[in-house]
């Protein structure tokens, strides 16, 4: 991480971030990169203990809140008890599990969507009043709804709506800007419902595939999102980072 202290110059001194599934992953890596930058965290998630953990690695350490995104009115709580702040970043979601449409229930189809895409909806619902002029929501997505592959029905289908949302956001609550950031595949828990072996084998499998030739870290990603809150006249956009799969 020291090579973002001096990238990152300390713009987000005297702001205060709020990132929704910021004990791990996606979430983690963007408020460590925040904190870095100046950020005064706030850092949510179901987990208490992660979120425990996810404090102790924050350079300037910071806030952390569990609860239930999918419940409306613990979200709606949350939001009037944070107050006023200026970037809000959703990065919240569960494992992921690739199956053909054969065998997904229509009730498990349903319920894929509360976190990823419901819990977004939820989240934008009740932040927006309380995000401060100049700031900013940033969403996550995927590359998925672009170029799908077999068993990416759920995935890809979220994957475009939360791209629609992102779009309709940003001239609804307009001049707050919103944005999404649509990454490829990375090594994140996202995928630790796989076995280790295979999921080793799925990472040097697309990586060898890529321009790249490796799969994202956490950390890359970040830099996509600490970009959308630094960037002042973006907004609707879908930033793809994703090692170039979309081109391959």
């Not at 349903?110 to 932040?127: I, N």
């Not at 900013?136 to 791209?163: D, F, Q």
């Not at 970040?222 to 391959?248: C, E, H, K, N, P």
Request: hydrophobic residues 40%.
């Amino acid at each position: 991480m020291k090579n973002q202290t001096s990238e990152q110059n300390g713009f987000l001194t005297g702001k205060k971030v709020v990132i929704l599934g910021g004990s791990s992953g996606l979430g983690l890596a963007t408020a460590i990169a925040a904190s870095l930058a100046g950020a005064e965290l706030t850092i949510v998630s179901s987990n208490q203990q992660r979120i425990d953990k996810a404090i102790k690695q924050l350079p300037k350490g910071g806030k952390g809140l569990a609860i239930n995104l999918t419940d409306e009115e613990q979200v709606q709580e949350m939001f009037t008890e944070i107050g006023a702040f200026d970037h809000l970043v959703y990065t919240a979601g569960e494992s992921l599990v690739l199956k053909n449409i054969e065998d997904v229930t229509v009730q498990d189809a349903k319920s894929f969507f509360d976190l990823r895409y419901w819990g977004a909806f939820t989240a934008v619902k009740y932040a927006a009043p309380h995000i401060n002029a100049g700031g900013s929501i940033t969403l996550t997505g995927g590359v998925a709804s672009a170029r799908p592959g077999k068993g990416w029905s759920l995935g890809a289908s979220i994957c475009a709506a939360m791209e629609g949302f992102t779009r309709a956001m940003a001239i609804e609550l307009a001049p707050l800007r919103v944005n999404l950031v649509s990454p490829g595949m990375i090594r994140t828990n996202l995928w630790s419902d796989m076995p280790d072996a295979d999921r080793d084998a799925m990472y040097e499998h697309v990586g060898n595939g890529l321009p790249v030739k490796r799969v994202g870290e956490a950390e890359d990603i970040a830099q996509t999102y600490i970009y959308l809150m630094r960037q002042q006249f973006s907004t609707g956009q879908i930033i793809i980072a994703d090692g170039g799969y979309v081109l391959v």
